[in-house]
């Protein structure tokens, strides 16, 4: 490092050296003094004394400073902007990981928040908690959502098979979802078949019990079955066999449901007749069996609106939606017993799982409520009220026009759920059952 001495310094180094000539102020001593002095007088003067003191004083402005070029000091300058300038993007980067961070934690919020809305808990008055949503409308399908608000209709489990499900939807086509819910696909149909308005979707199988499709279209007034390819097989289009079929009175198919015989029976709730008819949906001819019709009577409807096969009493059971009332006859016929829902609640459909029937129904006790799905035991009472509005925030929900059941596994590992769809606006939902 190279050192300089300040001028001052050089001044004081100067005056410091041992010549009395160079004493930089006159002394006051005598000449006498002086003298005895030279001679080698042993006391000291205290002049003497004084100026040495005086040399001691000067001899602390003796300081020496660092000497540095212009450039290590411009250099030093850069280096302490270029910390300065690191120092700023750190507290940067810093602010933006904090940032980021932040919303990070908004979005584990928001999806927690998301989550707990769709497991929001459903208590019922007669139970423990019964459901919870699993799913809505946005992850029904891709290139289906624009159609969904049109729906009317039902789903179909192929439980013989791979225990698919299947929704048959207007202007769209047939939508598909895996067994376990997760994976869904349109399945496309023929145009001639895409424009029908279904109003429910049911699995019939052949004697290998191959799965196929029944379509019923109450606008075009037939009956479509396809395979599960979307293929189209046959067209029920008229029934015949009673002086209003031969008169060519309407027929407004509202649901389908196939025997153990494999014969199909169809319910026509939206046409004057509302009768129930039968058919061979593989050879497309119509049966001569029809039963029903319009009444308040037991064994009458008011709508004949949905059927099923009840597998524990062997029955059809049929929804006569404006009594609030699920009408049983056997497979020739016969009236055989009823079940009795809350007044006005306009049953549209029912599903049987073990011993438990499943009700969607258009709208709650009275109409001035939003519709409910029952859980109806062995003896015909209500054991559970799921109201999916209500209870669990599905905003589309006002009218249930359908609910079925579905389920992944068996036995102890068996998970239960529900599938459920709205009417007017469309929409649809999978609940699970959380508590038996």
Not at 313 to 338: C, F, M, Q, W
Not at 397 to 418: L, P, Q, S
């Amino acid at each position: 490092m190279m050192y300089r001495v300040l001028p001052t310094a050089v001044a004081a180094l100067l005056f410091a050296l041992p010549l009395q000539a160079q004493q930089p102020f006159s002394s006051s001593v005598p000449s006498d003094a002086k003298d005895a002095a030279l001679a080698g007088n042993q006391e000291t003067p205290r002049e003497i004394q004084r100026a040495h003191h005086y040399r001691l004083a000067l001899d602390e402005f003796l300081v020496l400073v660092p000497f540095r070029l212009e450039d290590d000091i411009q250099g030093d300058i850069d280096e302490s902007r270029e910390d300065e300038t690191r120092a700023k993007e750190k507290k940067r980067d810093a602010e933006e990981l904090e940032r980021l961070a932040r919303d990070q934690i908004d979005a584990q919020k928001a999806e927690i928040d998301a989550i707990k809305a769709r497991l929001k808990i459903a208590k019922n008055e007669d139970r423990e908690a019964d459901v919870a949503v699993l799913e809505s409308d946005p992850k029904l399908a891709e290139g289906a959502k624009r159609f969904l608000p049109g729906a009317h209709g039902g789903f179909a489990v192929d439980w013989k098979g791979t225990r698919e499900v299947y929704f048959a939807l207007k202007g769209c086509g047939i939508i598909k979802m895996s067994a376990d819910l997760r994976r869904k696909e349109i399945v496309e149909v023929d145009r001639f078949v895409r424009q029908g308005n279904f109003h429910n979707t049911t699995i019939v199988y052949d004697g290998d019990e191959t799965p196929y499709l029944a379509l019923p279209d109450d606008e075009k007034e037939r009956v479509y079955i396809l395979t599960t390819k979307g293929e189209l097989v046959h067209v029920l289009s008229h029934p015949r066999g009673n002086a209003y079929y031969d008169g060519w009175g309407s027929f407004k198919p509202t649901d389908v449901e196939q025997a153990p015989s494999r014969d199909v029976f169809i319910v026509t709730g939206y046409s004057p007749g509302d009768f129930v008819v039968s058919a061979d949906p593989f050879s497309g001819a119509w049966r001569p069996k029809i039963f029903g019709g319009k009444g308040t009577e037991h064994g009458k409807f008011g709508t004949g609106h949905g059927i099923t096969w009840n597998p524990r009493t062997s029955t059809l059971d049929v929804s006569d939606r404006p009594h609030s009332r699920i009408e049983s006859y056997d497979v020739d016929g016969a009236y055989k017993s009823s079940v009795t829902l809350p007044a006005g609640s306009l049953p549209c459909d029912v599903d049987f799982l073990d011993d438990w029937m499943l009700v969607g129904c258009l709208q709650g006790p009275g109409g001035s409520v939003p519709a409910p799905i029952y859980v109806v035991d062995g003896d015909g009472k209500v054991a559970s009220t799921i109201k999916p509005k209500e209870d669990l925030g599905l905003e589309l929900f006002t009218h249930v026009h359908n609910a079925t059941w579905h389920a992944i596994g068996d036995g102890e590992t068996r998970k239960v759920y529900v599938l459920a769809q709205a009417w007017n606006p469309g929409g649809f939902a999978v609940l699970e059952r959380v508590g038996e």
